[in-house]
């Protein structure tokens, strides 16, 4: 069975049939099934107009479910949104970035999934959608693990919410064995807010090196105050990540360059704000 609906109520309704899986852009869906007919519903949500876009609230701002990644990197967002964007580049070629979603891109939750990172600096929320209504939850509880979210059955994520935040700035840095089209070996995000010439607020992510992308509060939490990152960054610091070993880098490989990337991003910020 294949549905496409054209309203969100009626994609609500579609997801109730026993095993559906969520078709948004297909970049991940279609090349993790390959030449094999899939024997299960598929929902095609790509037709839902609800969904699409980025829009200013009262609270911040909404991306769409159904939100590309082109569409990230040519919307008109303020500074804090910088990391994202640069992130939003790094999603495959043009033409991923083009059918590629940004929920997708969360649903497929894969550790070195690029728009994580972020997304997470950023306080971002998930908005789904059920028979039983609208919930909220934060991006850090909605990834459970490696290919595992906190969504049910018969739910479909609709947006994501991000609050307010003025007067900040964010970068975005990624170590891949070459320059495009790569998994992450390693990545990371920061946003900062300076006053005065000094760091008023820090928030850092870091993903490809744990089951799911995390803050590193122990850092943020260090970097109050400072003005100069030279030597802030400590190995106890790492001490909440657990990289793998795999083809793209051992685990102790991924602990040693993580500390350069966070010590770039923090600069580079340092540097703009």
């Not at 994580?116 to 609208?134: H, K, M």
Request: overall charge negative; charged content about 20%; some cysteine.
């Amino acid at each position: 069975m294949y549905f496409q609906p054209l309203t969100l109520s009626e994609a609500v309704r579609d997801a109730q049939n026993n095993g559906v899986q969520v078709l948004a852009g297909g970049t991940d869906f279609y090349p993790s099934h390959g030449d094999v007919l899939p024997d299960f519903p598929i929902l095609d949500i790509s037709r839902v107009p609800e969904i699409s876009g980025i829009e200013r609230t009262e609270t911040g701002w909404r991306i769409g479910a159904m939100t590309s990644w082109t569409d990230v990197i040519k919307a008109d967002l303020p500074p804090a949104f910088d990391g994202l964007k640069a992130a939003a580049r790094e999603v495959g070629s043009l033409q991923i970035q083009n059918l590629g979603t940004v929920a997708g891109n969360l649903c497929n939750a894969s550790p070195a999934a690029d728009g994580v990172p972020p997304l997470l600096t950023l306080d971002a929320e998930i908005e789904i959608i059920g028979l039983r209504g609208v919930r909220k939850i934060p991006l850090k509880n909605f990834l459970k693990g490696p290919r595992s979210t906190d969504l049910s059955s018969g739910e479909i994520v609709s947006a994501i919410h991000i609050p307010a935040v003025d007067g900040v700035v964010s970068r975005f840095s990624k170590l891949g064995s070459r320059k495009y089209l790569v998994i992450s070996i390693a990545m990371v995000a920061v946003l900062l807010r300076v006053e005065n010439g000094a760091i008023a607020e820090a928030r850092v992510a870091v993903g490809a090196c744990s089951p799911v992308a995390t803050r590193l509060t122990g850092l943020e939490a260090d970097l109050f105050g400072a003005r100069d990152i030279s030597g802030i960054v400590k190995s106890q610091h790492l001490s909440t990540l657990s990289p793998i070993d795999d083809v793209r880098g051992s685990s102790d490989y991924r602990l040693d360059v993580v500390v350069p990337l966070i010590e770039r991003a923090l600069q580079a910020a340092l540097e703009t704000a």
